[in-house]
């Protein structure tokens, strides 16, 4: 019998297709971009047009899906990827069934289920907790779990009591991940 090294190493040897994810997420960023543009063209002038980063937010995936039942504000969801001299200075929110608001690549704050956020509010920002280098977990829930018109998810405790709960199985998941993965160099 094999042991679990030589098994887990034959399941997880994988082959990535770097240029062919490249190529896609290209693709990906460059739909939403023209959604954007199309639809909430204001918004769009505050983004960088050249950073794809911006246009790969998975929020934004789930806006244009019309999956929501609930009409999720896109300025919450690119709020940290505008610069800071750009941001709106107030707009509508939504906050997950704890009570937390995520404002897209900034961070996230306690307060009621909609608010008007306000730019210069003094509630500090809760920390986007990371793995590794490359993965980051945020610690709300996201608006497809709690938003959907077909099927939405109850939660047990908050995302970051189950992050905390976790962080220590999914640092040793990525990590076997990350060691057995071969890439196409």
């Not at 939403?32 to 639809?39: N, Q, S, V």
């Not at 300025?75 to 750009?86: C, P, R």
């Not at 640092?171 to 076997?176: L, Q, V």
């Amino acid at each position: 019998m094999k042991n679990l090294k030589n098994i887990t190493n034959e399941i997880l040897c994988l082959k990535i297709d770097i240029d062919l994810i490249q190529a896609n997420q290209i693709e990906l960023a460059d739909t939403i971009r023209l959604l954007l543009y199309e639809h909430y063209p204001a918004c769009f002038e505050r983004l960088s047009y050249e950073d794809d980063r911006t246009f790969l937010e998975p929020a934004l995936f789930y806006v244009f899906s019309e999956k929501s039942s609930i009409n999720i504000s896109v300025d919450q969801i690119v709020y940290g990827y505008i610069d800071s001299d750009k941001r709106p200075s107030s707009f509508a929110s939504l906050s997950d069934p704890f009570g937390e608001v995520y404002l897209g690549n900034h961070g996230s704050f306690s307060d009621n289920p909609v608010v008007e956020y306000v730019q210069k509010l003094q509630t500090p920002l809760k920390k986007i907790i990371r793995i590794a280098d490359t993965i980051q977990l945020n610690c709300h829930a996201p608006f497809i779990l709690y938003t959907d018109k077909v099927d939405t998810t109850k939660f047990a405790e908050p995302v970051l009591e189950t992050v905390i709960k976790y962080k220590g199985p999914l640092e040793a998941a990525f990590y076997i991940l990350q060691n057995n993965t071969n890439s196409k160099s």
